[in-house]
């Protein structure tokens, strides 16, 4: 079986109402499991999955920001 493939699909609901559906392959599972500390015995609930991609895309935005700011520094085009 390929790390790759679709094991669990999770229909999440968040605060505004909306569903957060995420798709995780065997090997997405295991690396939350690991960034949570759970041992195979132990539940991977709702609330572990919502968090991490939560905190993936915080991560993600504040990094893109981080380089438009430090683009906006840059001159742009041609100086003479």
Do not use: C, W
């Amino acid at each position: 079986m390929s790390d790759s493939l679709i094991v669990n699909v999770r229909k999440i609901l968040v605060k505004d109402g909306n569903v957060l559906e995420v798709e995780m392959s065997q090997q997405f599972i295991d690396r939350l499991r690991t960034y949570f500390g759970l041992s195979s015995d132990q539940p991977l609930e709702d609330s572990h999955v919502k968090g991490y991609v939560l905190r993936a895309v915080d991560a993600a935005v504040s990094k893109a920001e981080s380089g438009i700011n430090e683009n906006e520094d840059r001159p742009q085009g041609n100086i003479a």
